[in-house]
């Protein structure tokens, strides 16, 4: 099974462009998540969708970030326009929500490494 | 607003040792607490979970879980190169209708041959 899937790998941006992050969940996962990953302050959660609909969309990030879900195989995340502070790698997760009361795993594609220059 | 505490921050030692990875959170009502591995230039990944209290074995790893004083470990056996990555721990609040996640900072552990 193809896990998830991020593109691309590296993204270089000047200060003040508009950047598109690309994501495509494990097939059959109902929610879909995205992260911001550095080293100061670890992993935040800047989105969260569950079957399409936008449940979660990251409080202090709401104003230069915005995650879509067009499908439920694909979802993107623009950033504008984008910041030096924004330099960090953005993770994509997935989960199956199977039913249930417990929280379930969280399937990560390998990230977009952005540089903000 | 839970808080995740890991330590220590990290850690060096040699292959065979077993490795104790430690874990603080703040809301005694917190659902389940998961246990996930990174490697450099990977996403993070999941080894294993645990909801109640006690323990739980998976092969070469045991996580310990006492709600009373918020507090998880996870235990590796017989640690292998391979093992070497950042650990994250991370806990999902008690709400089923919401699964916002917390992690920590992590540990990162290398394992010398």
């Known amino acids: 099974d193809a896990g998830v899937t991020q593109t691309p790998r590296h993204e270089v941006a000047e200060k003040g462009q508009t950047i598109i992050l690309k994501c495509e969940p494990v097939?059959?996962?109902?929610?879909l998540f995205w992260y911001r990953q550095t080293k100061i302050q670890g992993l935040e959660l800047l989105s969260y969708?569950?079957?399409?609909?936008?449940?979660?969309d990251g409080g202090a990030f709401k104003d230069r970030f915005k995650a879509e879900m067009l499908n439920s195989s694909f979802s993107t995340l623009k950033i504008q326009p984008t910041e030096p502070k924004d330099s960090a790698v953005y993770l994509c997760?997935?989960?199956?929500?199977?039913?249930?009361?417990?929280?379930?795993?969280?399937?990560f594609g390998s990230g977009t490494r952005l540089t903000v220059l | 607003q839970e808080k995740v505490q890991q330590s220590p921050e990290s850690l060096i030692v040699p292959e065979g040792a077993m490795v104790s990875l430690n874990c603080s959170f703040s809301?005694?009502?917190?659902?389940s607490i998961w246990w996930y591995q990174q490697h450099p230039g990977k996403g993070p990944k999941a080894l294993i979970s645990i909801f109640s209290n006690g323990n739980k074995k998976e092969g070469r790893l045991t996580v310990y879980l006492n709600r009373a004083s918020l507090h998880v470990s996870l235990h590796i056996k017989d640690s292998q190169p391979s093992d070497s990555a950042v650990y994250l721990c991370?806990?999902?609040?008690?709400?089923?209708?919401?699964?916002?996640?917390?992690f920590g900072a992590g540990t990162r552990l290398k394992v010398i041959a």
């Open positions: 097939s059959g996962h109902n929610d």
């Open positions: 991370a806990v999902s609040p008690f709400n089923t209708g919401n699964y916002k996640y917390v």
């Open positions: 997760a997935s989960s199956p929500r199977l039913g249930g009361p417990s929280a379930e795993t969280l399937y």
């Open positions: 809301d005694s009502a917190s659902q």
């Open positions: 969708f569950r079957s399409k609909s936008l449940m979660e």
